[in-house]
């Protein structure tokens, strides 16, 4: 009501003399604290005095009388202005809060609706360093992450297909080499089950007809291998993936064709079988899990290079387990992928001039990012490791190959003050 009666003063329906201010009648003299403009609670005019004549009401006489307030041990002190600053501030606080919100629902808006064509950002070049090379340079080899060591399978380097293994110890920053795999192989992909390395098929030699089915394990403890059971069919350049305690094969090359069917390996049984086939054959795709699907991303087949993403969810299999989602931001194979959190990072491949991109799970949707400061060309290795995702190696001309390694950090470690 305070607020009403300020906006008549200013308005002009209500004035008030500025003359001397004036008691209120029932008020003792020493109790005067001030406070604006304040009307009694009868007629909106000035309180009169026993010596003076008749007073002369302020309201103009074709104006109805606004509700006025009443407050105990006040002066009556006509201040108008005091009322409009505190009105000014409160209109500003406002629009402040106004505009927050406007703020705030354009970032959430572009990062739930935002366009596949979003720039660059120049903070992600930040986010990369560089770590010590490998003794090999290499490509299409196996790498997985156990502990805070990295293991590099296989692969090809200008002296052909390989079976040497070496190990990267983060803690020291050091590259040491192991036992050599059985199987000299390229092309190939692992994954980490039980904390042994699963690393089946590939391709044995140049001839690229020349696919295995044979299926290595590796035990980082007692730094020996061994020869599992054999996959259904020979098969290279496919994707691989861990879900639940399983290891999930896609897709791939056999020597002849591009193949979509899908296998599940049980390493309590020891035992394959073959699940629901992708919806397109492909080899060269990657595969990578979030929220308990498995995303196959791009790949290659006689079609050319591929921009399909199709999720795999095998809790929905005898239902339909397969999935489109939205395609990468242009065809691409022979890439590397890694995940943090629910997003899913594509990193290198062919073609070499393809930006690095990002995959929100969550919101199906592409966008690009920061990518490694050198180039690291077609079939490198790339990894999470704790924060960080782990690019090695790569393919980056005619019989030329890298050795270099790079970090990316794609997630931020937070400390909060104790209370």
């Known amino acids: 009501r305070t607020e009403a009666t300020m906006y008549a003063v200013r308005a002009g329906i209500v004035t008030i003399d ?3 201010p004036t008691l209120l009648a029932s008020q003792p003299a020493e109790a005067l604290p001030a406070e604006p403009v304040v009307v009694t609670d009868r007629e909106p005019a000035i309180e009169e005095t026993p010596a003076e004549p008749e ?3 302020v309201v103009e006489p074709t104006v109805t009388p606004i509700p006025t307030v009443q407050t105990p041990q006040t002066q009556a002190v006509t201040e108008p ?10 209109i500003w606080a406002l629009a402040g809060v106004a505009l927050l919100g406007l703020i705030l629902a354009g970032v959430w808006w572009s990062g739930a609706f935002g366009s596949n064509e979003i720039p660059e950002a120049s903070a992600d070049l930040a986010r990369w360093q560089e770590l010590p090379a490998a003794q090999t340079a290499r490509a299409g080899f196996a790498i997985a992450s156990s502990t805070d060591k990295l293991y590099v399978i296989g692969g090809e380097s200008a002296e ?4 040497k293994v070496e190990r990267y110890d983060a803690s020291s920053g050091t590259w040491t080499e192991l036992s050599q795999k059985p199987t000299p192989v390229t092309d190939v992909r692992a994954v980490v089950l039980g904390g042994k390395l699963y690393v089946p098929g590939g391709r044995r030699s140049n001839n690229p007809s020349d696919i295995t089915a044979v299926v290595e394990r590796y035990d980082p403890n007692t730094e020996s291998w061994e020869t599992l059971r054999e996959l259904p069919q020979p098969r290279s350049g496919y994707a691989l993936a861990a879900l639940e305690g399983k290891l999930y094969l896609f897709g791939g090359w056999d020597g002849a064709t591009y193949r979509s069917e899908v296998f599940e390996y049980d ?6 079988r073959e699940r629901t086939s992708m919806p397109t054959a492909r080899s060269f795709a990657d595969a990578g899990v979030v929220e ?3 995303y196959v991303i791009g790949g290659e087949n006689q079609s050319g290079r591929l921009a399909n993403n199709e999720v795999y969810t095998p809790a929905q299999e005898g239902a339909q387990p397969w999935a489109r989602r939205a395609p990468l931001p242009q065809p691409r194979s022979r890439f590397g992928v890694a995940v943090a959190l629910s997003v899913i990072h594509v990193i290198g491949g062919d073609p070499d001039s393809a930006a690095s991109v990002k995959y929100n799970a969550r ?9 490694p400061p050198q180039s690291i060309g077609s079939q490198p290795g790339v990894v999470q490791q704790d924060v960080s995702i782990v690019v090695l190696g790569g393919k980056t001309g005619e019989n030329s190959y890298s050795p270099a390694m790079q970090a990316y950090q794609a997630l931020s470690t937070v400390f909060l003050p104790r209370q």
């Not at 390493?267 to 394959?272: F, L």
């Open 292 to 294: 308990g699907s498995i």
């Open 81 to 90: 202005i005091v009322a409009s600053r505190r009105g000014g501030w409160l």
């Open 267 to 272: 390493p309590e049984r020891e035992s394959w």
């Open 160 to 163: 052909g297909v390989l079976s």
């Open 363 to 371: 919101t199906d949707n592409w966008q690009p990012f920061g990518g």
């Open 55 to 57: 007073p002369q009401p």
């Open 18 to 20: 500025r003359a001397e």
